[in-house]
């Protein structure tokens, strides 16, 4: 509940009659309260290995930048924060 | 998420993100009954401390040589804190110099775990886990020391430890824990139920990543950043909120005082680690003034907040700060260092025999490098931390060798860093 209100949809709490807005724009302006969410979740997973998820996750699609950013993070938790932040992660 | 936090978390709790703690709230019986009642607590600093930077050898004749302009000297525009004819600390730890000076500090010099490779991922495995080489582990060599100690005692059952401290039910091992205190032992951990933001390094990676790739995603983190710093300009208290740089010294020092905070309890755990990120710095590191200098100002503010929360259980404490690996010698092409070998391990507390820096030190000409780049490792970390188990703790010596760090009997605990 907490992350959701951090994503700015509250549940139940929709800020006009006609629901939350799907615009690119208002997508983009939740980008940074999504690395603050992807940063908790990759705090709470098991020890993973960031490599094999970005491998399984994915695969062919993921590009050198991300490859190289995910894969020189001073920390596994950093990496999979990132990895889930990666501009092919988010625009599918 | 956050596993059974039983009491309402205050503003200025709320702030310390990963400084989560995790503790062992047992007395350690043999220590208990030779009328001491240690503390130990254990910070791991991800991401690769610069040990050069840190404790500079000014003694050493290639030292300027080696950095040129980024080496800290005794004639530099920062005057360094000198410690001893030798070696000299980073200007921005005052605190640890005073400690020093006090013999409550150690700095073991030329230090490094028996990995190799320069990777974070596996070199942070290695620093938890204990083991000699790579592998995978479920269990980290304090919890496994701490799960041979006898016990005088479950602390605090009932008593006034803070409320999340206290009663079974606050015992938890969850998935957030990290690796060195994972294992058979039972571990308490308090942490945060807010969410946490991510740190300005992680903002600073991710916005690198889309100015490559994605323009529009790059513009959104952009202009948040900007905002954070106009709401943060001027402002000394904290807030709520992405921490930009500035705030990382009061995160610090929130996140270790208030671990002291529960050490110091005299019904409260004993044994503690908590984790400070964002040592690894490629690019424009700021030795004197800039990036590193303010971690080691925040790290030097919370060794000050750890020594002013544990109130007279200073006496009885030990700090060990510790970090996957070092930085290479040289500077690189980016103002930065790049994934070294041998580095400082740094040690805060009144139950130290301290006032010293122990290095065998292998000279920084090219030669003398581990393969001609990095700092030679001439101690290895795991004889420190066996040390401070053993006599701190009073760990048993076969134990150490066998099972908290496999493997590691030719590795013998360094004796005499406390007493």
């Given amino acids: ?38 940063n908790e979740f990759a705090g709470h997973l098991p020890s993973s290995d960031p490599a094999a998820l970005l491998e399984s996750g994915l695969g062919p699609i993921a590009s050198r930048n991300t490859r190289d950013t995910v894969a020189r993070a001073e920390s596994r938790t950093q990496a999979l924060a990132l990895l889930v932040m990666a501009p092919e992660f988010l625009r599918r | ?60 004749p290639d030292w300027v040589a080696l950095r040129g302009d980024n080496a800290l000297t005794l004639e530099g525009k920062t005057p360094v804190l000198k410690l001893n004819d030798f070696f000299a600390l980073n200007p921005a730890m005052p605190n640890l110099h005073r400690l020093f000076k006090a013999n409550q500090a150690i700095v073991v010099h030329a230090c490094a775990t028996p990995y190799r490779e320069r990777s974070h ?3 942070q495995d290695l620093l938890e886990s204990g083991l000699a080489k790579p592998a995978p582990s479920d269990s980290g060599w304090l919890n496994r020391a701490l799960a041979s100690l006898a016990s005088a005692g479950r602390v605090d059952p009932h008593g006034s430890a803070p409320a999340t401290v206290k009663g079974g039910k606050a015992f938890a091992v969850g998935p957030v824990t990290p690796l060195v205190v994972r294992g058979p032992a039972p571990v308490l951990s308090w942490s945060p139920q807010r969410i946490q933001p991510a740190s300005a390094d992680t903002v600073q990676r991710l916005l690198d990543l889309y100015r490559h790739t994605d323009v529009k995603l790059a513009g959104a983190i952009d202009e948040n950043i900007k905002l954070a710093v106009i709401e943060h300009a001027g402002d000394k208290a ?5 921490p930009p740089p500035a705030q990382v010294r009061g ?13 110091a309890q005299p019904d409260g755990p004993r044994v503690g680690a908590l984790a400070l990120d964002g040592w690894d710095t490629h690019n424009n590191e700021g030795i004197a003034q800039g990036r590193l200098s303010q971690l080691l100002g925040s790290l030097d503010g919370a060794l000050g907040a750890i020594e002013t929360n544990m109130g007279p259980a200073w006496r009885e404490t030990v700090v060990i700060l510790v970090t996957e690996f070092g930085r290479t010698a040289r500077i690189n092409g980016t103002d930065g260092t790049d994934h070294g070998t041998a580095t400082v391990a740094l040690l805060a507390g009144g139950a130290l025999k301290g006032g010293r820096v122990i290095a065998d030190w292998p000279g920084l000409k090219t030669a003398n490098l581990y393969e001609s780049r990095d700092l030679k490792p001439t101690t290895d970390l795991r004889a420190v931390l066996k040390g401070l188990l053993k006599d701190h703790l009073r760990a048993d010596e076969r134990v150490l060798a066998d099972n908290v760090f496999p493997g590691s009997a030719a590795v013998k605990p360094m004796a005499g860093l406390v007493g």
């Fill in chain 2, 121 to 123: 991922f596996d070199g």
């Fill in chain 1, 1 to 38: 509940m907490a992350v959701q209100a951090t994503l700015g949809e509250s549940l139940w709490r929709p800020p006009a009659p006609n629901g939350w807005p799907d615009t690119e724009a208002a997508w983009i302006d939740g980008v940074p309260h999504r690395l603050d969410v992807a």
């Fill in chain 2, 251 to 263: 995160y610090f020092a929130e996140a270790a005082g208030t671990a002291a905070k529960f050490l």
């Fill in chain 2, 1 to 60: 998420m956050t596993m059974r936090t039983v009491h309402a978390p205050t503003r200025r709790e709320l702030l310390l993100a990963s400084g989560t703690l995790f503790a062992w709230a047992h007395l350690p019986r043999l220590a208990y009954a030779e009328g001491r009642d240690p503390r130990f607590l254990t910070i791991i600093l991800r991401g690769a401390l610069d040990g050069l930077a840190t404790v500079a050898p000014v003694g050493d």
């Fill in chain 2, 238 to 242: 904290q807030k709520p909120g992405s």
